[in-house]
């Protein structure tokens, strides 16, 4: 089992910044994969960024340039730093993991605002 916990989300103007951070606990030493989704009201949950154990990333096209996910492997934490934030970035964001099994854990959420 692995607990997350998310923290850094609110409210900011549009062209601000905030960073996300998740603290994973548990059985840390099975993650492979970290990676932050985000939902917004009436669309389904897609992924933000992601990155490996190894240092790969993947970001979605829409935060490219924008956004920057990070880990620190040795204290099972991941970051998503994000820059120029735009009202369509307005969504409640999930940290989740992956271990090398294939099972996935999922962090309670936490809002990020852009007002215009």
């Known amino acids: 089992q692995v607990q997350l916990v998310e923290s850094g989300g609110g409210l900011v103007q549009a062209g601000g910044s905030l960073r996300l951070s998740c603290a994973t606990s548990g059985s840390t030493s099975r993650i492979n994969t970290m990676a932050w989704y985000r939902q917004a009201p009436g669309l389904q949950r897609e992924l933000v960024a992601s990155?490996?154990?190894?240092?790969?990333?993947n970001y979605a096209d829409s935060v490219k340039g924008r956004f920057t996910i990070s880990r620190d492997n040795a204290k099972s934490t991941v970051t998503l730093q994000m820059n120029s934030l735009k009202p369509e970035d307005t969504a409640v964001y999930y940290c989740?993991?992956?271990?090398?099994w294939g099972f996935g854990y999922w962090g309670q959420g936490t809002q990020v605002t852009v007002s215009s």
């Open positions: 989740n993991v992956e271990t090398y």
């Open positions: 990155i490996t154990r190894g240092g790969r990333t």
